[in-house]
């Protein structure tokens, strides 16, 4: 295992081009299983941490439900919880490639759990995530995500499906009254233009094991469908910004330090962790 931050782990020139003609890159085995379960240890604690803070900073840390209404489907602002996934944030397997991409003066954007529980886990309408970020203050396409996959991600569960190539479209019109259960207002590709694209690039799902990572462009055209299945998809969102691109809602958020590929399992929870203001990078 590499220990260090030696910036190892860019983009090879194949991957290179795959993210320029397709827009994401699928790397398998990134996290080892002993890994993918110590995230998944601090899962449901990440969970209560992030909906306490939610009740003071409303810009880091929200929520959403699975569509049911029973159980959370989004907690976002892990990356400032105390927990193992604010070692995740910061792994060089993950930042190397949009450090290399996008240079080194980059802040967390935001950190999501992924909670698609098993027979009632939300759909995500297709979308660009730039569809979303612009109208946030955004003003270049700069950003850069990464998608961490803690359980199997097939079809039947709601495995993440993307057209390739259709970041070369730039950012197209979205509309912003999208419901699919669960409290949260998508943003959303209406059907006559996906109608269109669909015509040109053919829908391409993804299948995932616990692990593995999908990193994408935030114009990538990408969706998800309801998880109806038996079987939990649990994955994280890590989306990273530029310095010089943040919105002023972002204003005073650290840049991200790099962390090493023993931070996870060396994690020690914070056990007095209490909802503050963000002023440091957590973690070393
Ligand atoms: O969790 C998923 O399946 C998709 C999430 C997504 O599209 C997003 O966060 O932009």
């Known amino acids: 295992m590499k220990t260090s931050t030696t910036r190892d782990f860019r983009f090879t020139p194949a991957e290179l081009t795959q993210w320029k003609e397709e827009g994401f890159v699928v790397r398998k085995s990134v996290f080892s299983t002993q890994e993918v379960d110590r995230l998944l240890q601090d899962g449901e604690l990440a969970a209560k941490r992030c909906k306490e803070a939610s009740a003071i900073d409303q810009k880091q840390y929200f929520m959403y439900n699975n569509a049911s209404g029973q159980t959370m489907s989004i907690y976002a602002g892990l990356d400032h919880t105390g927990t193992a996934f604010e070692a995740m944030c910061r792994d060089p397997r993950i930042i190397d490639p949009a450090f290399q991409l996008f240079g080194e003066q980059q802040y967390i ?23 979303y970020w612009q109208g946030m203050g955004s003003v270049k396409p700069d950003m850069f995500s990464v998608m961490v996959f803690l359980d199997h991600a097939v079809p039947e569960n709601g495995c993440l499906t993307v057209l390739p190539g259709s970041h070369k479209l730039g950012r197209l019109p979205h509309r912003e009254d999208g419901d ?105």
């Open 109 to 131: 954007h935001h950190c999501k759990f992924m909670n698609k529980k098993a027979f009632d886990g939300i759909a995500w309408l297709w979308h660009q995530d730039y569809g």
């Open 180 to 284: 699919t259960g669960g409290g949260l207002t998508m943003t959303f590709l209406s059907n006559s233009t996906m109608k269109e694209v669909c015509a040109r690039i053919k829908p391409l799902p993804i299948t995932c094991a616990p692990g593995d990572c999908i990193f994408f462009d935030c114009n990538l055209m990408h969706s998800s469908g309801h998880n109806l299945s038996p079987y939990d998809r649990r994955a994280s969102i890590v989306a990273y910004n530029t310095d010089e691109n943040r919105p002023g809602v972002h204003k005073g958020w650290p840049l991200v330090r790099p962390g090493r590929v023993e931070d996870i399992l060396n994690f020690q929870t914070d056990q007095n962790w209490t909802p503050g203001p963000r002023t440091s990078t957590p973690g070393r």
